[in-house]
């Protein structure tokens, strides 16, 4: 489980990290917003903890950018801001939780697990996006109704795709979380399996491929 916290301060920052690194978390750490957007464009993550003061940007507008950008992952705040209109406010702009420091680890890991159940449990199970239908609970695929058939990579591959609609993906983000943290970057296995389901999912010469090449970025549903 990938968790980005980012946190201007070393001592709480280390004290989490420690923490969440102890419990079996592999976790990055970003102490500007800067730092975060960076991470974020690089790597995949299941769980962002988020402090609100950063020393070049106000974490509030951080959340907004990644929720305008697609990124659905559950967002937890962590915050010495700690009025009813603080927290009602970061809730509203679309955080899923809101911790208030001073802050007890017992209590944060309880309500990290708990946005991890949760964000698991309510992932849609049908998929469906320019005639592509994806039944995750069935681990089918049908396009245009006619039944597709893909390997285990090719699946995972495209329900990655289906589930960032709208979001460009690295190739480190795809290498990540579909092969794993050391996957080679340098080879185009990523670019053969994204050619594989632009022939299984073909479409008109005069209409976008499925997936559609960001140069010098990565891929994203066209």
Do not use: C
């Not at 990055?28 to 003061?53: F, H, N």
């Not at 998929?127 to 285990?152: C, I, M």
């Not at 080679?184 to 209409?207: A, G, H, K, S």
């Amino acid at each position: 489980m990938r968790i980005l916290l980012v946190e201007d301060d070393f001592r709480m920052g280390r004290f989490v990290e420690k923490g969440l690194q102890e419990h079996g978390f592999v976790l990055s750490w970003a102490q500007t917003a800067a730092a975060a957007r960076d991470a974020l464009s690089e790597a995949a993550y299941d769980v962002i903890i988020l402090d609100l003061g950063l020393p070049d940007g106000d974490g509030l507008d951080l959340l907004r950018q990644w929720r305008s950008a697609g990124f659905m992952e559950p967002v937890l705040i962590l915050s010495a801001r700690d009025s009813v209109e603080d927290r009602i406010k970061g809730l509203n702009i679309g955080a899923d939780d809101y911790l208030p420091k001073p802050f007890s680890f017992e209590e944060l890991l309880a309500r990290l697990r708990s946005q991890i159940r949760r964000s698991g449990t309510e992932k849609k199970s049908i998929l469906e996006y320019r005639g592509v239908r994806l039944d995750a609970l069935g681990h089918s695929v049908s396009f245009k109704g006619q039944s597709v058939q893909l390997t285990n990579r090719e699946y995972a591959l495209l329900e990655l795709f289906l589930r960032n609609r709208g979001r460009v993906l690295s190739r480190t983000q795809i290498g990540e979380k579909i092969w794993d943290a050391q996957f080679d970057m340098q080879t185009n296995l990523i670019d053969v399996y994204v050619r594989r389901l632009r022939v299984l999912f073909e479409f008109p010469e005069e209409e976008e491929p499925l997936i559609k090449t960001v140069r010098g970025v990565g891929y994203t549903l066209s």
